[in-house]
């Protein structure tokens, strides 16, 4: 059975590279704690909160339609498909971390009830189960055919490594020797290998990140979407877990590219949330934000990122600016229809 050595581990991580990541994530961090100020602050976590649910489902292939989003989100309906009611589980599971994440203890009962959470209103028997078969992480290629990518521990193996794993976490949680942040990701690392559950092991994942992410003190996801960064480099996630997990069975894995990756989407989203801080603080028109917006950007963006970084100023004021703007020639349209993009001239 895998030995868990998590101290040792998170003690080998302190390479020049991920010291100058989680020096940049205490710098940002730093410059962030301002965003309690924001006007709408509502609004802004609204927006993580539905990125989050809907990309970290996404990327445990399940998916909504446009319309089951804004029947979900928009117009407050109740959820009929079974993706509709696995993302509402997912946005009740992040509100319960919400509510308890001060006092909370970490331990195999509550990873259990956010599992739970996820699947209650759909098939409650579902949820905080452990597996009973063998499973696997599998990515799917291009032909659609699925390549293996790891075999986890067996389902005989589940409750002895968690408990060990997460009693290690928990002693080292007060180990001033120990960074949590290299802590909380070489967890995860060591939580996917072990794939408790038959499905939904990817989302409770960051679910569990988001939960320890705020309990010591890095509540970035509440106002940008780690899922979302995580989304746009899922190529770069599987790399970074094939990687890791290489050699995990028998203790020779190396955790290094995984918490990179991690660390790298964790400053990522600091980065985002202090442009969202500067642009929304600037003095000016809706359109000079704008502008300025569709100016800073390297690749063309959607309305609704536009949106999404000015979140307190409506869609209809952004829609007539940007109309403003396109015909001032001062942006063009790269694309037309439901999903237009803009970008700078």
């Not at 599998?138 to 659609?144: K, R, Y």
């Not at 790399?239 to 894995?253: L, M, P, Q, V």
Request: charge should be neutral.
């Amino acid at each position: 059975m895998k030995m868990f050595d998590l101290k040792g581990a998170v003690l080998s991580l302190t390479t020049p590279t991920i010291v100058a990541l989680l020096n940049s994530i205490e710098l940002y961090r730093g410059k962030t704690m301002t965003v309690k100020n924001l006007k709408k602050l509502d609004a802004l976590k609204d927006i993580a909160r539905r990125s989050n649910a809907i990309t970290s489902n996404y990327l445990g292939n399940v998916f909504l339609s446009d319309n089951e989003e804004k029947d979900l989100f928009e117009k407050g309906k109740p959820a009929e498909t079974f993706s509709q009611h696995v993302v509402k589980g997912y946005c009740e599971a992040l509100a319960l971390i919400d509510q308890v994440y001060k006092f909370q203890p970490f331990d195999r009962s509550f990873i259990s009830t956010l599992h739970f959470y996820m699947y209650r209103g759909y098939n409650p028997e579902i949820g905080g189960n452990y597996k009973d078969t063998q499973n696997y992480i599998q990515e799917m290629m291009p032909d659609g055919s699925y390549r293996t990518i790891f075999v986890p521990a067996a389902p005989e193996e589940v409750v002895p490594l968690l408990d060990n794993l997460i009693y290690q976490f928990n002693m080292l949680s007060v180990d001033e020797e120990v960074n949590k942040l290299l802590l909380i990701s070489a967890f995860l690392l060591d939580f996917m290998c072990i794939h408790p559950y038959n499905h939904g092991n990817g989302r409770l994942s960051r679910l569990i990140l988001n939960f320890l992410l705020k309990k010591y003190g890095y509540t970035i996801d509440d106002y940008y979407s780690i899922s979302y960064i995580i989304k746009l480099r899922i190529g770069e996630y599987i790399d970074a877990f094939e990687g890791s997990a290489r050699g995990w069975e028998d203790n020779s894995n190396d955790y290094t590219v995984y918490v990179s990756f991690l660390l790298k989407s964790i400053l990522e989203g600091y980065r985002k949330l202090d442009y969202i801080l500067e642009v929304n603080s600037l003095e000016g028109t809706a359109e000079e934000k704008i502008l300025k917006v569709i100016t800073d950007s390297a690749t063309p963006i959607t309305k609704q990122v536009v949106q999404n970084i000015l979140y307190s100023t409506s869609p209809a004021t952004i829609e007539k600016a940007l109309a403003s703007l396109l015909r001032a020639n001062k942006i063009q349209l790269i694309t037309k229809g439901r999903y237009s993009k803009y970008f700078r001239i």
